[in-house]
């Protein structure tokens, strides 16, 4: 057995096998998990997915959402054990892969066309 497998067969153990299929465009719902004093909460973070990056237990999302006029992104590692849960809410329709243009959009120009090709 070589490290590379041996890595493989480690990082598997953690993997989470309840993931929705999560594409760019999405809108998402994720669940954080936030720790305030002795105290564990679930924290909703909804916003557009612009980007995926990596694969396996690394595999991340870049979630963008506008909070009082000002756009906020966050990078969730899917696998993390901080990350509750992830709900697709709605199928996007893009043609790109990374949605960093989105960043320099404002207003009714953000919206991205729904997709009923697949299921939610």
């Known amino acids: 057995m070589n490290a590379q497998e041996i890595i493989r067969s480690i990082e598997a153990e953690h993997l989470k096998t309840d993931l929705p299929t999560i ?65 697709v809410l709605r199928r996007g329709k893009v043609r790109r892969a990374k949605l960093y243009y989105l960043r320099d959009l404002v207003g009714k120009a953000t919206r991205i066309k729904q997709r009923f090709d697949r299921e939610i």
């Open 23 to 87: 594409n760019v465009g999405d809108t998402v719902k994720v669940g954080v998990r936030v720790i305030e004093g002795g105290k564990q909460r679930v924290q909703p973070y909804e916003g557009v997915v612009i980007a995926q990056a990596r694969s396996g237990i690394n595999k991340s999302i870049t979630v963008r959402r506008t909070f009082q006029g000002v756009g906020v992104e966050r990078v969730f590692l899917l696998h993390s054990p901080r990350i509750d849960s992830i709900k």
